[in-house]
């Protein structure tokens, strides 16, 4: 299956092992038309259930119009212990990281970590290193706050890909 992006088509193929358990997904960071999690587990045949975890509003309400039959929880994921108690075979945080302070990321991702089932994969996404952005679409949230890089990954203990998509991305891969 070609995917219209080259790291959505590096997260399909670090999936296909996955795919027949893969019946609960958490999507942190919900981007409409369709979104780069929903592209790759429909590519996949998969059908599961998804939760959305999206801390701007409009994009909370973009994404419930779009898929009325998601879950989608509006909240901050730096809190998301307090925003989900639920477990997920499959959590995916797509181009997220570099919008937390370094000084955060690390315990945000352990705490998504803890929302994993045994066995259940996680799926980060990020530019490799700094890449600068700010406020789109009104959204003060969208601004990039660290630049996450292929060796922060691999310190606390994902495998990390460098695709060239320009420019550099990474998707971190990590089964618990």
């Known amino acids: 299956m070609k995917l219209p992006q080259l790291h959505e088509q590096k997260m399909y193929e670090l999936l296909i092992p996955h795919k027949e358990h893969i019946k ?3 999507n942190i960071g919900f981007v409409n038309l ?4 929903v ?3 429909n590519a996949l045949g998969i059908n599961s259930e998804f939760t959305h975890l999206e801390i701007f509003e409009t994009n909370f309400n973009s994404g419930k119009k ?10 901050d ?3 998301i212990k307090n925003l989900l108690k639920d477990k997920f075979d499959l959590i995916v945080w797509w181009h997220g990281p570099e919008h937390i302070y370094e000084h955060e990321l690390i ?10 089932n045994e066995n259940g994969v996680i799926i980060l996404g990020s530019p490799n290193g700094w890449q600068e952005q700010y406020g789109l679409d009104g959204n003060i ?6 630049g996450p890089d292929s060796d922060f990954y691999q310190n606390i203990g994902y495998e990390s890909h460098v695709v060239n998509v320009p420019p550099l991305a990474i998707v971190a891969y990590k089964v618990i």
Request: hydrophobic share 40%; charged share 15%; glycine share 2%.
């Open 66 to 75: 779009q898929y009325p039959h998601h879950n989608f929880v509006l909240g």
């Open 77 to 79: 994921v730096r809190n």
């Open 24 to 26: 609960k997904v958490l």
């Open 34 to 37: 369709p979104d780069a999690s």
């Open 107 to 116: 315990s945000t991702i352990a705490a998504i970590e803890t929302l994993s």
């Open 39 to 41: 592209r790759v587990i």
């Open 141 to 146: 949230h969208n601004d990039h706050v660290s």
